[in-house]
């Protein structure tokens, strides 16, 4: 069972990134899926998570407007488009795997990937 994020790199303020989070060994549309970011020094934060039948989506008050989860479960991958990027969204970007209602409790996902780092520059 293993998560592979991916997608992050270095881009400017107002530009836009779009995160791919992998499974392999389970197939994806039997779960939640969550995106969870750390910034450097703080606690890590939830951003966006699906349930598994894509119809109900959370997102932070912080990326309201300017991030959109989806997922293709064809492809076993979650998605993360991220528009309208701040300094402020700097971190290290998760996504995890639960079986779960959305939510931002992080004890109810099962499975993490390793993480992809998002840096935006003013």
């Known amino acids: 069972v293993q998560l592979q994020a991916s997608g992050g790199g270095l881009v ?58 989806s997922r293709d479960d064809a492809k076993n991958t979650v998605y993360l488009r991220m528009n309208s990027l701040k300094p402020e969204d700097t971190a290290v970007y ?9 939510t931002w409790a992080e004890g109810r996902y099962d499975w993490w990937g390793q993480g992809t780092q998002v840096t935006v520059s003013s």
């Open 12 to 69: 400017q303020a107002g530009g836009s990134l779009n995160l791919s989070c992998t499974l392999s060994g389970f197939t994806l549309k039997f779960y939640t899926m969550g995106w969870f970011r750390q910034a450097s020094g703080k606690e890590r934060e939830g951003v966006s998570c699906i349930s598994n039948s894509g119809g109900g989506a959370l997102y932070a008050d912080s990326v309201k407007g300017r991030f959109t989860i």
């Open 94 to 102: 998760y996504c995890a795997a639960g079986v779960t209602i959305p």
